[in-house]
């Protein structure tokens, strides 16, 4: 078993920055493939960003491209990914997530673990 505690949200103003931390913990995730994913309310749960399992290959949603960028820490056991130009439409529910494949991640389908979320709020 895997557990994903997220933190690092907030309030922020349009144009500010976050950094998002997923810390895991039960197994080292180094194994497993992790991804971002947020849910706004009103609205269906969306991939946001995703690394393999080495952190060689990356990906990340139309809409975060060139804003967000996640990493991994393979020592801390820990995922981050760091918000720039935040827009109120990213306002929403950050989870944390690991999985067997990158492929799985990417597809937000056969997710083997999520962690409960961290609230992104985007306002003046």
């Known amino acids: 078993q895997v557990q994903l505690v997220e933190s690092g949200g907030g309030l922020v103003q349009p144009g500010g920055s976050l950094r998002l931390s997923c810390a895991a913990s039960?197994?080292?995730?180094?194994?497993?493939?992790m991804g971002w994913f947020r849910q706004a309310p009103g609205k269906e749960r969306e991939f946001v960003a995703g690394?393999?399992?080495?952190?060689?290959?990356?990906y990340y949603a139309d809409s975060v491209k060139g804003r967000f960028t996640i990493s991994r820490d393979y020592a801390k056991n820990t995922v981050y990914l760091q918000m720039n130009s935040l827009k109120p439409e990213d306002a929403a529910v950050y989870h944390c997530?690991?999985?067997?494949?990158?492929?799985?991640?990417?597809?937000?389908?056969?997710?083997?673990?999520w962690g409960k979320g961290t609230l992104v709020t985007v306002s003046s």
């Open positions: 690394i393999g399992r080495t952190g060689a290959l990356t």
């Open positions: 997530a690991a999985s067997d494949t990158y492929l799985e991640i990417l597809r937000m389908r056969g997710i083997d673990y």
């Open positions: 039960g197994r080292t995730v180094s194994n497993y493939a």
